[in-house]
């Protein structure tokens, strides 16, 4: 293993980590030496990914304010520490597959604040636990989305079973890869690289139909598997990315090259 790949004695706090990708980003970085500490409201399956990979479980809604800042404390009082924050989680939405027109603008701002806000929240956390701790360095990434980068094609879902992503969400990724940008800017100074990942679709037992469309827009040919986006991750965290900020690195099988 290259040694920059090391991430041994590193605390890595993994907001959302339980769900489709996040326990394959789990197990890479504690693969790689990492401490993860799994932060998720889901608390059966987030116990489950810590338990996996020898790491802890903190119950956290990310929309919570106030939950977020107990997150970070236990993680001052834990560790002493912060090197990285991956941020993936994904806050559902009822309504998922309402259309734009049909939504009204309280919907809307709820589901930014959920999507967007929560990541600022994070970020905002992240960055004050690392500048407690008296750290020279440490690491962002934030979870964007192709569709954060690009409209989604509207005629892969027309066989309707899965349906497309909302309006607010590619909003939402869209602000989350300009607040990278930003964060990597005025950051950059104190040592603390800003980072984004942006998957493609990931397979998970989608319409057939949908899947066949989906593969034969794709350069490599297939959905992704959350492995795929793991090693993302790991890099972006680890000191092979040690010059690396501001980037919004793109795992979409070629996707969004068209
Ligand atoms: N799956 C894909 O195809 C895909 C594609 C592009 C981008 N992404 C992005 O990747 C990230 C991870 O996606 P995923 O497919 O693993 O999502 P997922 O829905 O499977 O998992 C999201 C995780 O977030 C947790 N979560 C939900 N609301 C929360 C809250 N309020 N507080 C704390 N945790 C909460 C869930 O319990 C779950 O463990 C997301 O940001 C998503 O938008 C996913």
């Known amino acids: 293993m290259l040694d920059s790949f090391d991430l041994s004695e590193r605390v890595v706090v993994v907001a959302g980590g339980a769900g489709l990708i996040g326990p394959?980003?789990?197990?890479?970085?504690?693969?790689?030496?990492?401490?993860?500490?799994?932060?998720?409201v889901?608390?059966?399956a987030g116990e489950a990914v810590a338990d996996a990979v020898d790491g802890e479980f903190v119950r956290c809604d990310v929309t919570d304010a106030t939950a977020v800042e107990a997150l970070f404390d236990h993680v001052v009082d834990t560790y002493g520490r912060l090197d990285a924050q991956v941020n993936m989680a994904y806050p559902p939405d009822e309504n998922y597959g309402r259309r734009f027109q049909d939504r009204s603008i309280e919907e809307w701002a709820e589901q930014v604040d959920n999507g967007l806000n929560s990541y600022a929240t994070l970020c905002r956390g992240a960055l004050e636990t690392m500048d407690?701790?008296?750290?020279?360095?440490?690491?962002?990434?934030?979870?964007?989305s192709t569709y954060g980068v690009q409209a989604p094609d509207f005629s892969i879902y027309e066989s309707g079973e899965t349906p497309p992503t909302p309006a607010h969400?590619?909003?939402?990724?869209?602000?989350?890869?300009?607040?990278?940008?930003?964060?990597?800017?005025?950051?950059?100074?104190?040592?603390?690289r800003v980072n984004a990942v942006s998957p493609g679709g990931v397979f998970d037992d989608q319409d057939p139909a949908f899947v066949e469309r989906y593969e034969a827009n794709t350069p490599l040919g297939r959905m992704a598997d959350p492995e795929d986006i793991a090693g993302a991750v790991v890099y972006?965290?680890?000191?092979?990315?040690e010059y690396v900020t501001g980037h919004n690195l793109v795992v979409d099988g070629g996707w969004t090259i068209k």
């Open 42 to 44: 889901d608390r059966d």
């Open 24 to 40: 394959a980003v789990c197990h890479g970085l504690a693969d790689h030496g990492a401490r993860v500490v799994v932060a998720d």
């Open 236 to 241: 972006l965290v680890s000191d092979a990315a």
């Open 132 to 144: 407690t701790c008296g750290q020279d360095r440490g690491s962002l990434v934030n979870f964007g």
């Open 169 to 192: 969400y590619s909003a939402s990724k869209g602000g989350i890869l300009n607040l990278t940008r930003y964060l990597a800017s005025e950051y950059g100074d104190r040592g603390i």
